[in-house]
């Protein structure tokens, strides 16, 4: 709903990237399933103020969300994504109450730590920079252009969060 939003606004144009699925039959010819041809490498690709985005959602029902969410063929195409210059993050939603746009060098991040450095397997709601916080748009979904404008380019309510900073340091 927020990408035909984006896209009516002339805002952004952001494409929901389609599953590849393959029809089981059964012996009369009848589709009576489907398994996944090819996985997708992020759910979702895009243009936003010049810059290409990818993005991968992903939800909860509780207060944590673990690092293995994002699957490794995932994590290789945001990190090549990132270091082409896009701009690449998971978008999280806890209870689909709460979303956060959570960049992917911080994702990239606690996952090494989980794997390499015996840090924690999770992050929970309570963890989130607040600066990553969407707000519910139109028709309650979340905004989360305003948040990416906020970390990506210098919003006018960024001031120095503790993202930007990070950043301009080269620790993340």
Not at 84 to 90: A, E, M, T, V
């Amino acid at each position: 709903m927020a990408n035909r939003q984006y896209r009516a606004q002339r805002r952004a144009v952001i494409h929901k990237v389609p599953t590849a699925w393959i029809p089981l039959r059964d012996s009369r010819g009848r589709i009576v399933t489907a398994k996944v041809e090819e996985k997708a490498a992020v759910d979702f690709l895009g243009t936003y103020r010049g810059r290409s985005l990818a993005f991968d959602a992903k939800h909860c029902a509780g207060e944590r969300i673990r690092w293995d969410r994002v699957e490794d063929h995932q994590a290789q195409f945001l990190e090549d994504w990132t270091r082409d210059g896009g701009i690449s993050f998971i978008l999280v939603g806890f209870n689909m109450s709460r979303f956060f746009v959570v960049p992917w060098e911080f994702w990239r991040d606690g996952i090494f730590r989980w794997k390499y450095e015996e840090g924690p397997a999770s992050i929970s709601i309570k963890q989130m920079c607040p600066e990553w916080e969407t707000r519910l748009g139109g028709r309650a979904t979340p905004d989360y252009l305003a948040v990416v404008d906020k970390l990506w380019f210098g919003g006018e309510e960024s001031g120095y969060t503790w993202w930007t900073v990070q950043r301009k340091k080269g620790r993340r």
